[in-house]
């Protein structure tokens, strides 16, 4: 499955942004999407994920409440709304795929700087 993601952008703390991934190639039922990101001199952190089949979700604490992810089963895209937005947030966001059955993310879209200046 290929990956596209677009959105990112600077916002000021307590804005928002949202972010897209177009995903293509097969069918996405098989599939565990997710957003992660990687702040500078950090590790890369799983952020939200969205199961394609049923939509069952997962949110890292750090945002849950903040964030919402969502897929849209006829466009074959998962975005990611992201709003009271802090300037912890500002890293690169990247969403990647693994299959429903295996843990590895295999499949990973280009990265989309997000920025929240204070």
């Known amino acids: 499955v290929q990956l596209q993601a677009s959105g990112g952008g600077l916002v000021q703390a307590g804005g928002a942004l949202r972010l897209s991934c177009a995903a293509s190639g097969r069918t996405l039922i098989p599939f565990v999407f997710s957003w992660f990101r990687q702040a500078p001199g950090k590790e890369r952190e799983r952020v939200a994920t969205?199961?394609?089949?049923?939509?069952?979700?997962y949110y890292t604490a750090s945002v849950k409440g903040r964030f919402s992810i969502s897929r849209d089963t006829v466009k074959n895209m998962v975005s990611l709304e992201m709003n009271s937005l802090k300037p912890e947030d500002t890293a690169v966001y990247y969403c990647a795929a693994r299959w429903l059955t295996k843990y590895d993310y295999d499949f990973w879209g280009q990265g989309t700087q997000v920025t929240v200046s204070s």
């Open positions: 969205i199961q394609w089949g049923d939509g069952s979700t």
